[in-house]
């Protein structure tokens, strides 16, 4: 939509005039910080138990599909997800109900992490439910079984994953928020035309900032004293969060050393950064929500939640972490960069040589009025 030349009344603005822009992220920040996490959650709720029932009740081999091994780890892994999902959706409502915090960086993380577990979550239900996890819930209705459609909840998630910031949107945006500002500040150093004295001056200043930042970042802050955490697991996951942070910040560090100006568009890079401190956010929210639950209703059982959700979280920070140094990304993506150039034919014709693609382009042919236009053989 283009606007030429078009004056509105003052009376007819809404605000003021020149925050539109401030405006519209604010209402982004609500979708991203409210209303997706609580879709997202109520999706997954839908499904959870319809799940666990379809795991009792249906059998494979004389056997309830719920005591098969597989099907236990897939549904283990549902629920410690699902907890994580809600201890991050309720941690950030809270902050955004407080008017007090400019919940951007949280808003992103939330729909980021609620949005894909959804996802997750959801395909692992269909998976449970078997051939019926495709079928539709009118399908059901008119065999008089409950009208449940788990495809219909897998095909609406991927909407939440796009709506409102597409997840490789906002991954590097979040990164941006913290890596800008150390390349802004190195930019003269990388730059090559910088020569002599120039160098020297812009290497003094940089060297004055980040000598004792750099120290800092191997010394540990203080947490607040272990009698104001319920349970002794709490202190531990907020540590490893501490210490996982300033190793971040590390690596992030040497990587800038390493890559100087490329780092601002390596997007692989700037995916695991996110992807670090969105893990390292979910891990300190849901040992937090842990103690909380425990507290509030007196059942420690919401602890095998929380450690399997610290011990998938601690193996992928620690995984992204390393690869911000080295990782085969360049490799991937030339050979995505050659297959857009056409360098992969075997891959559009192979042993299947009739497809829809073929069709689809015979069909445009044809309508254009090309003339001898034959049928892929």
């Not at 979708?31 to 138990?49: D, N, T």
């Not at 951007?104 to 395909?123: D, G, H, M, V, Y």
Request: proline share 3%; with cysteine.
């Amino acid at each position: 939509m283009t606007f030429t030349n078009v004056r509105i009344p003052t009376d007819t603005v809404i605000g003021e005039i020149g925050l539109g822009l401030k405006y519209a992220l604010t209402i982004l920040n609500v979708g991203r910080a409210v209303s997706i996490p609580a879709i997202c959650l109520g999706m997954a709720k839908q499904a959870w138990q319809p799940t666990l029932d379809q795991a009792n009740q249906r059998y494979t081999f004389q056997k309830p599909l719920g005591t098969r091994q597989t099907q236990r780890m897939r549904l283990g892994r549902m629920a410690s997800n699902f907890f994580a999902m809600e201890a991050l959706a309720f941690t950030v409502w809270r902050m955004a109900d407080q008017q007090t915090y400019d919940v951007r960086i949280e808003a992103a993380l939330a729909k980021l992490f609620c949005s894909e577990e959804t996802i997750r979550f959801l395909k692992d239900a269909q998976v449970i439910f078997g051939g019926m996890g495709y079928e539709t819930a009118h399908s059901k209705w008119l065999r008089g079984e409950p009208a449940f459609g788990i495809e219909q909840l897998v095909r609406d998630a991927e909407m939440y994953r796009i709506g409102e910031g597409a997840t490789d949107i906002l991954r590097p945006f979040v990164a941006r928020e913290g890596l800008n500002m150390h390349l802004e500040r190195a930019r003269h150093l990388f730059d090559e035309r910088a020569t002599g004295v120039r160098w020297f001056v812009e290497l003094w200043r940089l060297l004055k900032f980040y000598a004792p930042w750099y120290m800092g970042q191997w010394t540990s802050l203080p947490l607040p004293p272990s009698s104001k955490f319920q349970h002794p697991r709490v202190r531990s996951k907020l540590l490893f969060v501490e210490r996982a942070s300033r190793r971040l910040a590390r690596t992030v560090f040497y990587a800038m050393l390493l890559h100087r100006e490329a780092l601002r568009d390596d997007q692989g890079r700037q995916n695991r950064i996110e992807m670090v401190g969105e893990d390292l956010l979910v891990i300190a929210v849901t040992a937090l929500y842990a103690e909380a639950q425990e507290r509030a209703v007196g059942r420690s059982e919401v602890w095998d939640l929380a450690e399997e959700t610290f011990r998938e979280a601690k193996q992928r920070v620690e995984q992204h972490i390393k690869e911000l140094i080295s990782n085969q990304d360049t490799i991937v993506a030339a050979i995505g960069g050659k297959a857009l150039s056409g360098g992969y034919p075997l891959l559009s014709h192979g042993i299947i040589r009739r497809n829809l693609h073929d069709y689809s382009h015979r069909e445009s042919r044809l309508n254009a009025g090309e003339e001898n236009v034959h049928e892929a053989v």
